[in-house]
């Protein structure tokens, strides 16, 4: 079974290949376009912002909404194809990600072995245990995270980062 500790290192982890990723990108690199049918850097990052948003609603913390605008990197939203309103600057989406990591290490610390057995809702979804959303939501974060390492190379990088 993974502990809570163990989630939030891994979460934690996540955040800093995020970081590595972008190292050295400006906003301009986060946004160039594979030629092919995907998202660019900007907006996976800021899905995972928002991925990171619901679990801290889930867990019934404070999430970064509605202060930051997330409605460009929610699921199902619009490709970010360029500049545009609601497009955040990289270096803030890297600046979020870190107060949410801050905020989700805290709302799992209120957490116990036994409170991740009650069921949860989720969006739209039926009702299932906490710790099953949470290494659902967590798969999902490292999903996105390793589509990083392409879109970094994309804005022509060539390195290994990890």
Same mark, same amino acid.
């Given at each position: 079974m993974i502990s809570i500790q163990n989630l939030t290192d891994?979460?934690?982890?996540? %955040? +800093? $290949? $995020?970081?590595m990723q972008a190292e050295g990108l400006t906003h301009e690199d986060s946004l160039i376009q594979l030629p092919f049918r995907s998202n660019c850097l900007n907006w996976v990052i800021g899905h995972i912002l928002a991925n990171r948003c619901n $679990?801290?609603? @889930? @867990?019934?913390?404070? #999430? %970064?909404?509605?202060?930051?605008?997330l409605d460009h990197y929610?699921?199902?939203?619009d490709p970010v194809l360029g500049e545009g309103e609601g497009v955040l600057? %990289?270096?803030e989406l890297i600046d979020? @990600?870190? +107060?949410?990591?801050?905020?989700?290490?805290?709302?799992?610390?209120?957490e116990t072995e036994e409170s991740l057995q009650r069921t949860a809702p989720y969006r739209d979804r039926p009702e299932r245990l906490l710790s099953y959303w949470l290494f659902f939501l967590y798969f999902h974060d490292s999903y996105h995270v390793g589509q990083t390492e392409i879109l970094r190379q994309a804005?022509?990088? #060539?390195?290994?980062i990890i």
């Amino acid at each position: 079974m993974i502990s809570i500790q163990n989630l939030t290192d891994f979460y934690s982890r996540n %955040l +800093e $290949i $995020i970081k590595m990723q972008a190292e050295g990108l400006t906003h301009e690199d986060s946004l160039i376009q594979l030629p092919f049918r995907s998202n660019c850097l900007n907006w996976v990052i800021g899905h995972i912002l928002a991925n990171r948003c619901n $679990i801290l609603a @889930l @867990l019934g913390a404070k #999430d %970064l909404r509605p202060e930051v605008n997330l409605d460009h990197y929610e699921r199902e939203s619009d490709p970010v194809l360029g500049e545009g309103e609601g497009v955040l600057p %990289l270096e803030e989406l890297i600046d979020h @990600l870190e +107060e949410s990591q801050i905020r989700l290490a805290a709302a799992l610390e209120n957490e116990t072995e036994e409170s991740l057995q009650r069921t949860a809702p989720y969006r739209d979804r039926p009702e299932r245990l906490l710790s099953y959303w949470l290494f659902f939501l967590y798969f999902h974060d490292s999903y996105h995270v390793g589509q990083t390492e392409i879109l970094r190379q994309a804005a022509g990088k #060539d390195d290994k980062i990890i």
